[in-house]
């Protein structure tokens, strides 16, 4: 079954408001990455984070990694039209080390 | 620049047929990938390869076969199609497992009727 979870499914927000996404993993990760899809194109990747609560930041964009490297954040202040999308966490468990774990993802829909 | 790319974009089978989709890639990454995209499913890994002339099965291996005969092409067949196999199909390669991002193809939009 799935292993690594993200809430919410969905999220519907104002244009300048905040959004934030959390992936949970039910064992620890070695690492954690986010992809971002733009509605009918592929997933590009953001970042990976490796470190017990790394924190990274890419603009708007604040990623983080949990204490435990069970579970991860991404945090967007102030969104734009241009952040709509399905944003992923994917996971490499430390059990298994030949494969990465998509989460459900998490679609964001910005109103102007 | 191509990175990585699939062939067909858009595809209709017939319940029964078989069909191949071919994933290029021209950044001489070692691992590469087929997903698959369902709504709320996210994506789920069909199989993989660890370099050329290696394959391993992912998280939904059956109704598909694939191949790495180059280091460059990774190939997903379908033997049998079957409604269940309507989806969209990622190809992605990377580096290595851990420490690179995976880069993805543009999809195939595949339906079975």
């Known amino acids: 079954g799935q292993q690594v979870m993200q809430i919410p499914q969905y999220q519907h927000v104002q244009e300048g408001e905040d959004f934030t996404t959390y992936c949970n993993s039910s064992t620890t990760l070695s690492n954690i990455q986010w992809y971002k899809q733009r509605p009918g194109g592929h997933p590009v990747f953001l970042i990976q984070l490796v470190k017990s609560g790394e924190v990274k930041k890419q603009k708007r964009l604040t990623f983080q990694f949990g204490e435990a490297k069970k579970n991860s954040s991404l945090h967007i202040t102030a969104t734009q039209t241009t952040d709509v999308g399905t944003y992923f966490c994917?996971?490499?468990?430390?059990?298994?080390?030949?494969?990465?774990?998509f989460g459900p993802g998490t679609s964001l829909s910005v109103i102007p | 620049n191509a990175g990585v790319t699939q062939t067909p974009k858009f595809r209709v089978l017939k319940t029964g047929q078989s069909m191949t989709l071919l994933c290029a890639q021209d950044m001489n990454h070692e691992y590469m990938y087929w997903y698959r995209q369902d709504p709320g499913m996210g994506l789920r890994l069909i199989h993989y390869?660890?370099?050329?002339?290696?394959?391993a099965k992912g998280e939904v291996p059956d109704g598909y076969n694939v191949s790495r005969l180059k280091k460059q092409n990774f190939l997903l067949g379908l033997e049998s199609a079957a409604p269940s196999q309507t989806s969209v199909y990622f190809c992605?390669?990377?580096?290595?497992?851990?420490?690179?991002?995976?880069?993805f193809g543009d999809g195939t939009r595949l339906s079975i009727l």
């Open positions: 390869s660890v370099g050329e002339g290696t394959t």
């Open positions: 992605a390669s990377s580096y290595s497992i851990f420490t690179q991002p995976q880069h």
């Open positions: 994917a996971g490499t468990l430390e059990t298994s080390y030949d494969k990465v774990i």
